[in-house]
């Protein structure tokens, strides 16, 4: 039966609206594609217009995964050990945004727990068919807080380890296209490029601030010659911005104990306290692990610590009058014997790094090279002022053979030696100065007439009174 004028017209008619469908759903699939690259590229120009800082790189990937996914809200999280950390969120109900403020633990079976463990995505199509034993803390605030239903999760790797994701979700149980999942693959990839290019960033500012902090110390060192104060207080100073601490002190050893010699931003009734004679190191406290061989001791909570629940009186200084809770002490360190430390303090349970740690051992060591160096200009000094009065008490011999009078000229010149040699050893003794001077001032006492005097020759000569 051949066909007639009608049904071929009908034939066509339905061609030409199969192929206008055809067309608008190519059409609508190019358009997608153009608005996720378009989002991509705008990624890529926010990551490179905010180098080091992430928060705006997220909020950019979660406005445009929110737009063309069409979801109802999305989070960016990071795995920090046994919890998560919400760092951005996007369209999220008040009450789910205040949950996620705190730290969510990543419980055993939880869909980040999934991820962690090596997948990379998941997609539920309705949350809330899920089992109990999936309905985690987490997953039951999505649900009542959230009122979500599909949900998709995207893994943030790097070199195979898992360090967040990325979460969407609907409030509806609408399936997420295979398009979109890959378009939040995409922002995955970015993010963790651009939490790199961050961390990058950070350590090289962190180098580069250590590296002029250090630089700087040692031009005070050498614009300080023999002068320890300026040298003290700009480490103290240098150290507390880098390492984030609240207060710090350097002590020297004297004799059986140490005692402070400077500090920096120190709470006025802990520095009330310091300024009386401060006890020896207890038994466990950080003074007493040093001189026992560490190089260093971190004490993560100074009030929960055996010294202060034994009542060591300098640790409950710390706390109670300094409100320390953190601690990190250095050893300053001559020929491997303990001279002194340097000590920085938070006043939150907060651990120190390994970076920073490192930065005060430096410190620590330029500390020991100025103490050095003072006192080997001191010595210098000493040497000289010594010299210089024996040379001025031959000349007034050689100029009065025979003359006695002179002898106030020579006791002088012996006192000035000896008070040099005792007033400037205290710079680098630890010494008192009031008893240095006492000291000076007794040595000073000289009697010449008590000295006797012989004569050989032409020439008077003094002998030492049996």
Known sequence: MS????????????????????LAECEAERDAALAREAATTEVLGVI???PGGLAPVFDAMLERAMRLCGAAFGVFAI????????VATNGLP?????????????DAGSMPDHLRRGENTIQVPDITALGSELRTPGLVAMIELGKARTAV???LRKDGVAQGFI???????????DQQIALLQNFAAQAVIAMENARLLIETREALEQQTATAEVLGVINSSPGSLAPVFEAMLEKAMRLCEASFGSLWTLGGDRFRPVAHHGLPPPYAEYLSREVPAAGPGTGRARLLAGERYAQILDLADDEPYRNGEPHRRALVDLGGARTALLVSLRRDDAVVGF???YRQEVRPFSEKQIALLQNFAAQAVIAMENARLLTETRESLEQQTATAEVLQVINSSPGDLAPRATVAKGLRRATTASITEGTQISGRPPQTSKRRAEQNNRIDVGRVPLRKVGSRVHGHQAP
């Open 167 to 177: 979460g969407v979700y609907r409030q509806d149980v609408r399936p997420f296209s």
């Open 79 to 86: 795995f920090d050990e046994e919890h998560y950390q919400v």
């Open 48 to 50: 490179n217009s905010s």
């Open 153 to 155: 999760w995207v893994a």
């Open 342 to 344: 340097i000590m920085i």
């Open 3 to 22: 066909a007639t004028p009608d049904s071929t017209l009908a034939d066509s008619s339905r061609t030409i609206a199969d192929l206008r469908r055809k």
């Open 94 to 106: 008040l009450e789910l945004a205040e949950f996620v403020r705190q730290a969510v633990r990543i």
